[in-house]
């Protein structure tokens, strides 16, 4: 399946060193969400390989309750195998609720496809979902990006991106090749954000690679790593052969993240010829660099990277058996699959460990054995990543095993065996549930909440409900938090009542839950808090109310802004709070009436009001934001003009370039008369 931030094999419970986490979760970082749909009235014989069209006749039983899509092809990418792609904006754009035995797989996702309003396509081995854009925003955004002034094209570009039609890609290709390297540099970030794992099937996708190329080449001043990132993943994006050579080229480079970014670029090429290069650095003497390359092979979809990676499982070292074990999971491999079942029985305990959280990635049907047989192990890591994995599986087989352990005699496994219950959505677990949210040890009724929590049954709604009510802090707090996980709107009422509980941690969850269950019944509650006297709360308030984004936060998240009288100062004196979280999500927000009402803020005689206002014009993306920020380069505080500068630099707007200079001049002149102060 296409590669998702969240990626499953980092939530390994074993202690893996601080290089090697950043090294994955900066892969990860670069690999960029997925998404889509296109309805294709051939079916799944019109483009769909033979191996394709073997999964979507196979028959599943599932069990979908408010699922997002993302999370619905997760899903089937580790039961059937199944790879797919999407756009990001739509990955969690709708819940998916359906429950169902023994229903073909093509069956599901054109239900699927039909409840999210998207069109869905068959192309070789991958299941792409699109979703149809209005033909008069198209027609409309198409001439503003040929015929608009630049900061109209840069709008173009950013509301083009934010789209999921396949439509868009040879117009954003466009923008590309823009006179203006501002419009130019909004491109490259927005296609790497939104659209890394479905541009190459959009039309003209193979002639961007020489203009990549020439965009990496070009002197341009001002231009930042992360411009230069982004042009380097998305030639591997394109899934073109041209792309390849120069690719490998930069694997010499003296910048490390440059060549961090040509091994992720290579493994999303796809291409054959990356995995020789690409192997040639499992044996680099940075362990970060072995890392990427052994996640980029199991991109490479090549079976040729198999045994290369193999061979590491060899290894003493736990690191170079993590990577390797993390890899041959995604290959999906038949001989990846028998390696890793044997080192599942493997002396090492940490082996073990590693291989048993590997295997929920393979569709077979002994896996499930496996890992059951696993959660008898000694070891207690190897039991807990076996019931992670069982979790992630939802087989029905593992619930008995699961129940068994919430007696582990190590309280960690027992945790993660309550947490795994739930989410195999099994409907005897809420029954098994029963006797644990009675017990007289508050412990087991709040381990019992988050389980309830994960299985999104109706029925669990319920019973956290009136949990939400015990006398014990803990178990309030773990029903609140479990009752974000249902995504259902009768959560609403009780979690306000919640927000008045007398322990400051449990109207925290509270608030927090509010704002993922996105239901607007949980606006005018969350911005009530945002005048309580816990600062805490109020941020977290302001973060819910972001999470669902519903214009009626606007004026109250303007008036915050404006509110010093709980502004926490740094050595400077700017404020450092809450009012910068709600800063960032109005501008996030592009509506219409917050750019001028920002805009004024500006002028507001408390330096923090300013810094927060300014942090928000730059997130609105509008055109005119650059003119405002500009004026703020004559700020009389240092950090304010220094942060607007900043910004501007890292906008790539024509305008800047004069107004930076001018600054830089003033900025010198004032250090200068500074020094010659006695």
Not at 12 to 18: D, E, F, P
Not at 255 to 282: K, M
Not at 476 to 497: C, G, I, K, N, Q
Not at 589 to 610: I, N, Q, S
Request: charged share 25%; aromatic share 4%.
């Amino acid at each position: 399946m296409s590669i998702v931030v969240h990626a499953r094999g980092l939530e390994m419970k074993l202690a893996i060193t601080a290089t090697i986490r950043a090294a994955i979760a900066a892969v990860l970082m670069l690999a960029c969400v997925s998404a889509g749909a296109a309805a294709d009235a051939g079916g799944p014989s019109a483009g769909a390989g033979k191996a394709l069209a073997e999964i979507l006749g196979k028959k599943v039983d599932v069990i979908y309750r408010r699922d997002f899509l993302n999370e619905v092809l997760d899903d089937l990418d580790r039961r059937v195998g199944l790879r797919s792609a999407f756009p990001r904006p739509i990955a969690a754009g709708f819940m998916f609720s359906l429950e169902e035995k023994q229903i073909a797989v093509k069956q599901l996702l054109e239900k699927l496809a039909e409840d999210g309003k998207l069109e869905l396509e068959y192309r070789d081995d991958t299941v792409v979902f699109w979703k149809k854009a209005d033909d008069k925003v198209l027609t409309e955004l198409e001439k503003k990006l040929k015929e608009g002034e630049t900061e109209a094209r840069r709008e173009a570009v950013y509301d083009l991106a934010s789209l999921s039609d396949k439509r868009i890609y040879p117009l954003l290709f466009h923008a590309l090749e823009d006179q203006e390297i501002a419009v130019v540099a909004l491109a490259v970030s927005m296609l790497r954000e939104n659209h890394c794992a479905t541009l190459n099937y959009g039309a003209g996708a193979h002639a961007i690679v020489e203009t990549l190329l020439k965009i990496r080449a070009a002197p341009l001043n001002g231009l930042s790593a992360t411009f230069d990132g982004d042009s380097i993943v998305l030639l591997g994006a394109t899934h073109d052969g041209s792309a390849v050579e120069p690719l490998v080229a930069l694997l010499k480079d003296t910048d490390a993240t440059v060549r961090t970014n040509a091994i992720c670029a290579l493994g999303q090429s796809q291409d054959p010829r990356a995995v020789e290069p690409l192997t040639a650095l499992l044996k680099d003497a940075e362990g970060s660099t072995r890392c990427s390359a052994a996640y980029a092979l199991s991109q490479t979809l090549d079976s040729s990277a198999v045994e290369p990676l193999m061979s590491l499982l060899k290894e003493e070292a736990g690191v170079a058996r993590y990577n390797a074990t993390y890899a041959l999971s995604r290959s999906r491999n038949p001989r990846a699959f028998a390696a890793l079942t044997a080192l599942s029985t493997a002396p090492d305990a940490s082996a073990r460990a590693y291989a048993a959280y590997a295997l929920r990635n393979f569709a077979d049907p002994g896996v499930v054995e496996a890992l059951i047989a696993l959660c008898k192990d000694a070891d207690f890591s190897v039991r807990s990543n076996a019931v992670l994995a069982l979790g992630e599986i939802r087989d029905p087989r593992a619930v008995e095993p699961l129940t068994a352990l919430l007696k582990d005699a190590e309280a960690h496994v027992q945790s993660e065996a309550y947490n795994s219950l739930g989410k195999t959505r099994d409907p005897r677990v809420v029954e098994l549930l029963s006797e644990p949210v009675k017990d007289a040890d508050p412990n087991v009724r709040a381990e019992a909440c988050y389980a309830l929590g994960q299985t999104r049954d109706p029925r669990a709604v319920t019973q956290l409900i009136a949990l939400s009510a015990d006398t014990v802090v803990k178990v309030r707090t773990a029903a609140a938090s479990a009752l974000r996980y249902t995504r259902d709107s009768r959560a609403v009422e009780p979690l306000v009542a919640l927000l008045k509980d007398a322990v400051v941690g449990v109207r925290y969850e509270a608030a927090t839950a509010l704002g993922l269950t996105r239901e607007p019944g949980a606006v005018e509650p969350l911005i009530a808090l945002l005048h309580e006297p816990d600062r805490t709360l109020r941020l977290t308030a302001v973060d819910a109310l972001g999470n669902i984004q519903d214009p009626r936060a606007i004026e109250p998240l303007i008036a915050l802004l404006k509110d010093s009288t709980n502004a926490r100062k740094d050595v400077q004196g700017l404020g450092r709070d809450e009012r910068f979280n709600a800063a960032g999500i109005l501008g996030r927000m592009r509506d219409p009436r917050v750019f001028e009402k920002l805009a004024a803020l500006l002028k507001d005689a408390d330096a923090g009001v300013r810094y927060a206002a300014s942090t928000a014009l730059d997130s609105t993306r509008d055109p005119s934001s650059v003119e405002c920020l500009i004026s703020l380069l004559k700020d009389t505080y240092a950090d304010l003009r220094s942060h607007a500068a900043t910004i501007l630099g890292q906008c790539h707007d024509s305008r800047c370039k004069a107004a930076l200079a001018e600054f830089s001049k003033e900025e010198s002149d004032r250090k200068r008369k500074l020094a010659a102060k006695p």
